[in-house]
């Protein structure tokens, strides 16, 4: 086979798996909510309570969310723990942690951030604090209580500058409407690196007040 056609196979394969990919997301539980005002783009959502496993890591926020991923995806597949695996969720939340959202992040670097970072898992909603398995010491299960967020939905790769330029159009959008924020802006990513960015869904959310 020449050259030019084990590239288009390749590519041809590369689709395939990116499409299966966003099949399975797209197809993946995510956290129940009702919708109570939207504009393109732009929601006010009414979350139901969820309980979440979490971990945190300091350093560059790309390099933190790989990390808290890799961490939160060993606990929920059993990696390192007895017991059954735990069904994969959509989105992986990240945010730095609401008592250090005054000194941290800080901008370094070409736009990236450094500072402590939370990652978080939404556990699946048939999962009681009783029902899930014991995590290791560094991760928490933490139970949300019921909130109403703010969001902002986008394509692309979700990089700390698009995170930074959604955020601002979000907080516009919440001050035309005379909306309060409740807390520091929250990231979530619905897909996995495979997918092409223009079919990744990143969203940016803040609560409410």
Do not use: C
């Not at 370094?108 to 048939?126: H, I, L």
């Amino acid at each position: 086979m020449s050259m030019k056609k084990w590239v288009a196979v390749g590519a041809g394969l590369a689709t395939l798996g990116a499409a299966v990919a966003v099949a399975q997301y797209r197809d993946t539980e995510t956290p129940a909510y009702s919708s109570i005002d939207s504009q393109g783009a732009f929601e006010l959502r009414e979350y139901e309570p969820m309980i979440v496993a979490e971990v945190t890591h300091t350093g560059e926020r790309r390099r933190a969310l790989n990390a808290g991923f890799r961490r939160l995806a060993a606990y929920i597949f059993a990696e390192d723990r007895p017991g059954d695996k735990i069904a994969m969720t959509s989105p992986v939340m990240q945010d730095p942690p609401e008592k250090i959202a005054m000194t941290s992040p800080v901008t370094v670097g070409e736009g990236d951030e450094t500072g402590t970072w939370r990652t978080r898992f939404v556990m699946p909603a048939k999962y009681t604090m009783e029902t899930l398995p014991e995590p290791p010491s560094d991760i928490t299960l933490t139970e949300i209580p019921a909130r109403r967020m703010a969001s902002v939905q986008f394509d692309g790769r979700g990089t700390s500058q698009d995170l930074a330029k959604m955020e601002g159009f979000l907080r516009r959008w919440m001050d035309e409407r005379g909306l309060e924020a409740g807390g520091p802006a929250e990231f979530a990513f619905y897909d996995a690196p495979m997918v092409p960015p223009m079919m990744r869904r990143n969203e940016v959310m803040i609560p409410v007040r």
